[in-house]
């Protein structure tokens, strides 16, 4: 089986822009997660879905950062406009019932 | 609330010797508990994990890990280590109770480094 996949796996963009990273969980896994990897704050939960709808999204540091679930194989999570504070690596995770959380590559996003 | 702390932020070990990578968690209720592994540039894998039932619990690549309720511990140990056993390994704890939705909370990671 795929596991979970992101893209894009690395992105550098101007401060700025918008950013959109993408996420295609596991097929049946009714939850989603979004998490943030710093050297400084190391791993932090974003936001999290359960079938396609937010419940929690404290973990999202200001407005500028949005995500959405429209449907059961995919998610966004966007940054407009991106800061250099927000180079960090990206991650997915989806999960069934039970509960072993499974992680997607990273996206790797470098802010300039 | 849950919150889970590795006392160690980087572990130098020689190939072939023992390690031990610490996590201790605080919970008012019961728990569940995992580690992961997380080898350069790519995301967190699953390790071991313990829900209920025998304290030791065997993963994947002959890591181990002991659930110490009285101490509110579960150390990874590993007898043997080589050197693609570097990496970062995460300790996560999830509380569960009726109704919770058992999102888990992690440790900030543990960098093991096997020297030759």
């Known amino acids: 089986d795929a596991g979970v996949i992101q893209s894009p796996r690395h992105e550098v963009t101007e401060m700025g822009q918008e950013v959109t990273l993408r996420c295609k969980p596991i097929s049946g896994h009714d939850y989603l997660f979004w998490y943030r990897q710093t050297m400084m704050r190391g791993l932090e939960l974003l936001i999290y879905f359960n079938n396609n709808v937010p419940i929690d999204d404290s973990g999202m540091p200001e407005d500028r950062f949005s995500a959405k679930m429209p449907n059961a194989s995919f998610s966004t999570l966007k940054i407009q406009p991106s800061e250099p504070r927000d180079s960090a690596v990206y991650f997915c995770a989806s999960r069934s019932g039970g509960n072993t959380i499974y992680f997607g590559e990273g996206s790797w996003l470098t802010v300039v | ?116």
């Open chain 2, 1 to 116: 609330a849950q919150s889970v702390t590795q006392l160690d932020s980087q572990v130098p070990v020689f190939e072939e010797a023992p390690v031990e990578l610490r996590c201790n968690y605080s919970s008012s209720v019961s728990v569940y508990l995992f580690w992961y592994v997380q080898y350069p540039n790519q995301g967190l894998q699953l390790l071991l994990k313990y829900l209920s039932g025998s304290t030791l619990v065997k993963g994947i690549n002959g890591f181990e890990a002991e659930f110490n309720k009285s101490q509110t511990s579960f150390h990874l140990r590993k007898p043997s280590v080589h050197i693609s056993d570097t990496a970062e390994y995460f300790c996560a704890v999830t509380a569960h109770a009726s109704g919770g939705s058992y999102i888990p909370t992690f440790g900030r990671g543990t960098s093991l480094i096997v020297h030759p």
